[in-house]
């Protein structure tokens, strides 16, 4: 009996091929695979259908995403999602229509900050100038001028470094005004992109307004505070950065961010130097909560401030650690020097100038803080983008 599938035999004891198999079908297999480069024809080969079906997939796909509807929320079925991507879209939108807010309500204002800017650049490419010509002048004339009226070229050295530091001191006089003249142009900047509304209502921060604030802007609004927004307010910043670009700018700048989390950045010790030393330098001192900001109250940030003396957050959120107390002499973050620090944080180290441009700046990025923070704090909240500069 023959076995099934097994050929017959032929008249001569040679297997009979296949019904519709040829005759050279071997030959002409090995003949296609030299031909087609042997393995990869024959990968080849199977290739067609899996592209096919890719390619079918991605036509259900698209014809699924033009459903009359689907982004808007019209025709989705109830129990339906959003999808990730249609979010995202959305989130992009807003973020675009936001920057068109801010170049469409400063654009009145871009010639006049060009040229404010330009004025500003140019008094102080003069100021550079000047400066260095001033230290040409010192360092060409520097030996007469210390050996005295018996050097022969005395007053000539002293006539030449007078004028030049009458022009440095007529340069600096004019780069001052220049400066304050762009920094009123930056304020009314500021000022008409909150006017486009940038100051909104929000019922995820208890209904308390916040102001927002481009990434480009924080040199201008917490450093600067062009326009003296946070020195005529009696409420420091509270600064909601979802991107954590605050902090990094802060840290940056040389200013002091201590997370709030790490026990020896929030040691006594390690607060008490903080804060003076910010004092004294005129910086911000910036506590990090990450994204715990919803449980921390008034109470719990107020800890490790009140280990260092009893009250002291009181004084420093009142601001009353900067005023020197009625019947005293000096202001009252002098009580948290001690004898030994004399050589760095004597009286002489202190300045009332760079005692004003202190600030104190809680960080956050979630958007959700605190009840007791968005109510005791001025609210920031950082946005991408700026005025199209």
């Not at 959003?82 to 871009?110: C, I, N, Y």
């Not at 004339?141 to 000539?156: D, P, S």
């Not at 100051?199 to 505070?225: K, Q, S, T």
Request: net charge positive; charged share 30%; hydrophobic share 40%.
């Amino acid at each position: 009996m023959r076995r099934r599938g097994a050929a017959a035999a032929g008249p001569q004891g040679q297997p009979q091929r296949p019904r519709g198999v040829r005759a050279d079908a071997p030959v002409a297999r090995s003949l296609r695979w030299a031909r087609g480069g042997g393995a990869a024809a024959a990968g080849a080969r199977g290739r067609p259908a899996a592209v096919r079906r890719a390619r079918l997939r991605a036509s259900r796909r698209r014809v699924e995403r033009r459903r009359p509807g689907q982004i808007e929320g019209v025709g989705r079925r109830p129990h339906e999602r959003p999808r990730r991507g249609e979010f995202e879209a959305w989130l992009e939108d807003q973020r675009l229509e936001g920057e068109f807010r801010r170049k469409d309500a400063t654009r009145s204002l871009d010639a006049e900050h060009e040229r404010a800017r330009a004025t500003h650049e140019a008094a102080q490419g003069a100021l550079a100038r000047a400066r260095v010509e001033l230290r040409d002048r010192v360092r060409e004339h520097g030996e007469a001028l210390a050996a005295g009226q018996q050097h022969a070229g005395w007053r000539q050295a002293q006539q030449a470094c007078e004028s030049a530091t009458e022009r440095a001191a007529r340069a600096e006089g004019d780069a001052a005004a220049a400066q304050a003249c762009l920094d009123a142009v930056l304020a009314k900047r500021l000022d008409a992109a909150e006017a486009a509304g940038e100051v909104r209502g929000a019922a995820g921060l208890h209904g308390v307004p916040w102001r927002e604030v481009p990434v480009c802007c924080l040199n201008d609004v917490l450093l600067r505070d062009v326009g003296g927004r946070i020195a005529g307010s009696d409420r420091w910043p509270l600064l909601i950065d979802p991107s954590d670009c605050g902090k990094k700018f802060l840290a940056y700048a040389g200013c002091s961010v201590l997370n709030f989390w790490r026990h020896e950045d929030m040691d006594a010790g390690h607060v008490r130097t903080a804060l003076l030393a910010m004092i004294r330098g005129g910086g911000v001192l910036a506590v990090d909560l990450c994204c715990f900001a919803g449980g921390v109250s008034r109470d719990l940030l107020a800890e490790p401030f009140d280990q260092v003396r009893a009250g002291l957050f009181d004084d420093l959120a009142s601001r009353a650690l900067l005023a020197t107390p009625k019947g005293e002499h000096w202001p009252l973050f002098r009580r948290l020097v001690r004898g030994e620090e004399a050589a760095s944080f004597g009286l002489e180290h202190f300045d009332d100038g760079r005692t004003a441009r202190f600030k104190f700046v809680v960080v956050t990025s979630t958007d959700s803080p605190h009840q007791d923070l968005v109510q005791g704090f001025e609210v920031l909240r950082v946005v991408p983008g700026g005025f199209g500069e």
